[in-house]
């Protein structure tokens, strides 16, 4: 799973994927795409990735060769009789794997002509010129039309328009805690998106080079509590909330991983065990912190009422999932897809039912599954908003000397 493109420099936190970027946008027609060189995304070559990898989404083990074995029986219609009990078993419990209700967001599909494998290290998010209405329209479709909102408000309003800031949060301190969160969430991520723009901006664009690095006025103008009038500091707390909630799924999620027939599956056997080590060290660390989010104060009370709030707060953001399509630059909607998928994994993590009712007394259940691509997007959203936080503490110095 932890891989790159063959003749580049291996960063432990840079993971490989899927992606379809030409999948349509299901809500609207008009996207200018960025015709920007900044904004395009360099894909591998398919002779570039490991047979491990380029199974399917779901298969991330080794006894998933077996499983495929037996999958193209049963389409010719044989039966392998061969495999042992416990091999037929592991396939039952992976042919049985369909959590599309359990999920909060929209994957892409690996056997799409589309879907195209790409390397992180080779594609970094960065500022890339792509802005103005079309931009603007993503972010706001996103507040308006998918953000909760009293009954009693027609439409909701955009805190991002100037003059509405105390309207927005006069009605929003109305809703209930989960309707809040899911605000927070969508802020928090919005908020680290430009955290890393910030960080990583087009400072100088010549013939003989680009060098992109902190912008400060740019960050001063998202965040400053003068400059957005007292928006700024409200975006960073979010910011730092969406970091608890990803923390407290990863910690959550740790027995999951701790299976012994979990495999990092690439083909390396060396490289997958040490990277297994690798990443249960990671997450055993993030098991020692202190303050984690308690999810268990989200969608309690009456049964059915939480659970209709929670399919609610489900498809409003496998709705924000699907609007990632209509971003009209290529690289900001691979990172854009990734984030939302990373923050729909966490969800999934702490409000299945499935993991719920099975952990962590007696383990994770076999019914709870993760995809590859589920994995790949959870760990790299939570090291995207990690460098959000980390990037904060830089900006704070730049800004001490500023003054």
Known sequence: MFWKCPGETLDPA??????NLKKPCPFWNDINQCGRRDCAVKPCHSDEVPDGIKSASYKYSEEANLIEECEQAERLGAVD???SEETQKAVLQWTKHDDSSDSFCEVDDIQSPDAEYVDLLLNPERYTGYKGPDAWRIWSVIYEENCFKP???QRPLNPLASGQENTFYSWLEGLCVEKRAFYRL?????ASINVHLS?????????????WGHNVTEFQQRFDGILTEGEGPRRLKNLYFLY???LRALSKVLPFFERPDFQLFTGNKVQDAENKVLLLEILHEIKSFPLHFDENSFFAGDKNEAHKLKEDFRLHFRNISRIMDC???FKCRLWGKLQTQGLGTALKILFSEKLIANMPESGPSYEFQLTRQEIVSLFNAFGRISTSVRELENFRHLLQNVH
């Open 244 to 246: 608890l909630i990803e």
């Open 14 to 19: 840079v993971v490989e994927d899927y992606v």
């Open 199 to 211: 960080a990583r901006y087009l400072l100088q664009d010549t013939w003989l080079e680009k060098k």
């Open 327 to 329: 971003v009209g630059c």
């Open 81 to 83: 009789e061969s495999l």
């Open 151 to 153: 009954q009693t408000i």
């Open 186 to 190: 969508i802020s928090g991520l919005h």
